[in-house]
């Protein structure tokens, strides 16, 4: 049976108190002067709560990257054509991208779903189909999509983390692929933020000063042809966003509801944890924020969620390559809490 939107939002429930208190006596009890190892302690915490356990572990991780095309591509918006998107996919599927090999030195699941690429469905039985549309329309001349276009992406990410997520995963990434897809996360960025396009439009693929300044006129032509309404969400999807952002939206619902901590990657990611909050902010406490990308706006992103990001890279390739890598990190803070050695344990004196 379909978990859907309103149900899964109703079932994010707030962090576990008590098992956040017992990891924290347990980190001031570990053979380490109290907070030194410093994130990594409140990682732990934070997982703690998180999973409702006060020894949280970590078995299986999984990255989930949606692939979608954007209409506003053919307003010259990218350094690339948008038949990269699909051509990146067979690249993902054939194992040769970035995220696959830090995915591997991980051990991180990929999921590569298909919910928006042009073209027709790929035949590979290690993608998960889930199309809404072969790509959005282009949203300088009206909506990207429909408003029940924007609701079903949404279903298809909680869809994906009810029904193909494994069980034992406890640990879930968020990627993305799509040409154009930059435009739409700093559409949606500049609409429930109220900050102006020019702040907030970076440049993506690699677009020169004069292929920024387009950008950023296409993005002013966006929002004044469609005047996306910040107090609805899923207003703001349809008429600015992007299929794989809305799914990755409900992948993030998905997850928390299911207790699951999501470590997001970046500014595709950020735009789809906006979009996230605002239907149902419970859901912020479960995500991670695994860098600051070097898009322009992705600061201000990151302020808006109120989260800190583990890692400052200079990165801005998207496809969860950020996310994936924090993923060590956050490993890290399970490890050495479930792992080390209290001071009772260890024969050593505590501080006076």
């Known amino acids: 049976m379909q978990t859907t939107l309103d149900a899964i939002c109703k079932q994010i429930g707030p962090l576990d108190e008590g098992a956040m208190q017992a990891a924290r006596a347990r980190q001031d009890r570990l053979t380490k002067p109290r907070g030194s190892l410093g994130r990594l302690e409140t990682l732990a915490i934070q997982l703690a709560g998180i999973t409702g356990a006060p020894i949280p572990r970590i078995r299986r991780k999984a990255v989930v990257i949606m692939a979608a095309d954007h209409g506003i591509a053919a307003e010259g918006v990218s350094a690339y054509p948008p038949e990269v998107t699909r051509q990146m996919v067979r690249n993902f599927l ?3 991208a970035a995220i696959n090999v830090l995915a591997r030195q991980a051990g991180a699941q990929v999921l590569i779903v298909d919910i928006g690429a042009a073209g027709d469905s790929f035949p590979d039985a290690g993608l998960l189909a889930r199309k809404i549309a072969p790509g959005t329309a282009n949203m300088t001349r009206g909506p990207a999509m429909r408003r029940d276009q924007a609701l079903a992406a949404v279903q298809a990410g909680i869809d994906i983390v009810c029904t193909d997520l494994p069980d034992d995963v406890d640990l879930v990434a968020t990627g993305d692929m799509g040409i154009g897809n930059t435009s739409a996360s700093a559409a949606i960025l500049a609409v429930f933020t109220g900050a102006a396009p020019a702040c907030v439009v970076g440049r993506g693929t690699g677009v020169d000063d004069a292929r920024l300044a387009h950008k950023v006129a296409m993005i002013e032509e966006a929002l004044a042809a469609n005047q996306p309404a910040p107090d609805d969400p899923m207003d703001v ?3 600015v966003g992007g299929f794989e952002i809305a799914g990755l939206a409900g992948v993030m619902l998905a997850a ?4 699951l901590p999501v470590v997001i990657d970046g500014f595709i990611s950020g735009a789809a944890a906006l ?3 605002r239907l149902a902010p419970n859901v912020l406490p479960y995500l991670i924020a695994s860098h600051r990308s070097d898009e322009l706006g992705h600061q201000l992103m990151l302020d ?8 400052d890279l200079g ?3 998207g496809e969860g390559t950020g996310a994936v890598l924090a993923m060590h990190l956050v490993e890290a803070a399970v490890r050495l809490h479930t792992e080390m050695a209290t001071f009772a344990e260890a024969g050593v004196s505590e501080a006076g």
């Not at 928390?256 to 207790?259: G, I, N, V």
């Open 275 to 277: 979009a996230a909050a």
């Open 256 to 259: 928390a509801a299911r207790r």
């Open 94 to 96: 054939d194992g040769g």
């Open 304 to 311: 808006a969620l109120g989260l800190h990001p583990l890692l």
């Open 315 to 317: 990165m801005r390739l």
């Open 237 to 239: 999807l349809a008429k």
